[in-house]
């Protein structure tokens, strides 16, 4: 695949939407045994505030004795 193949199944993508709500990511992880439940993670999502936020929840932990990680991915909003 090259990289006009790779962006043209990324596009065709768009077409089919979204469904909202949660009940496939819970049915997933009930089939997985719900492996997120022994996780020691906070995981931030959303469409504002998603740094504000983590870079909070990072301090206080950080001030009440928790040894912290932080990892921000940027959004991608251009193909080069």
């Known amino acids: ?6 962006l043209d199944f990324i596009h065709s993508t768009y077409k089919f939407g979204s469904k909202l709500g949660l009940q ?3 049915r997933l992880t009930e089939l997985l045994g719900n492996p997120q ?8 999502a959303g469409t504002n505030g998603k740094g504000s ?4 929840i990072h301090d206080v932990l950080m001030a009440s004795g928790y ?6 991915s940027p959004f991608l909003e251009e193909f080069t």
């Not at 936020?53 to 909070?56: A, E, I, P, Q, Y």
């Open 24 to 26: 496939n990511i819970t």
């Open 67 to 72: 040894k912290t990680g932080l990892f921000i």
């Open 53 to 56: 936020t983590s870079n909070m």
């Open 37 to 44: 439940d022994s996780y020691k993670i906070i995981h931030v």
């Open 1 to 6: 695949m090259d990289y006009k193949e790779a």
